[in-house]
Nanobody, 122 residues
Framework: QVQLVESGGGLVQAGRSLRLSCAAS????????MGWFRQAPGKEREFVAR????????DYADSVKGRFTISRDNAKNTMYLQMNSLKPEDTAVYYC???????????????WGQGTQVTVSS
């Protein structure tokens, strides 16, 4: 049974930082591309960042480029999202996801976590 468990969300003032974690169960974490997505109230879920299975390739949405950093530690079965210079518009539920394909994860990941709330106050 695959499990992706996000943590690290919370309430933070604009301009501050948060680091999200996504812990995965199982022995095959290193085989998968991983990604972060978010969904704000009343909006569709959107792509935030992705990272290839070995961490050598990363990609970001324009809205977070230069402020967010995605990383992973395959030895710990964990992916991270370092979020700096947070803005009120970053407020959303953040989800981690996985897929065998670095391309396919952009649109249809095969597995999602349950999400963690991030709220940025102005």
């Amino acid at each position: 049974q695959v499990q992706l468990v996000e943590s690290g969300g919370g309430l933070v003032q604009a301009g501050r930082s948060l680091r999200l974690s996504c812990a995965a169960s199982g022995r095959t974490f290193g085989n998968y591309a991983m990604g972060w997505f978010r969904q704000a109230p009343g909006k569709e879920r959107e792509f935030v960042a992705r990272i290839s299975w070995g961490g050598g390739s990363t990609d970001y949405a324009d809205s977070v480029k230069g402020r967010f950093t995605i990383s992973r530690d395959n030895a710990k079965n964990t992916m991270y999202l370092q979020m700096n210079s947070l803005k009120p518009e970053d407020t959303a539920v953040y989800y981690c996801a996985r897929d065998l394909s670095y391309t396919k994860i952009l649109r249809t990941p095969d597995y999602w976590g349950q999400g963690t709330q991030v709220t940025v106050s102005s």
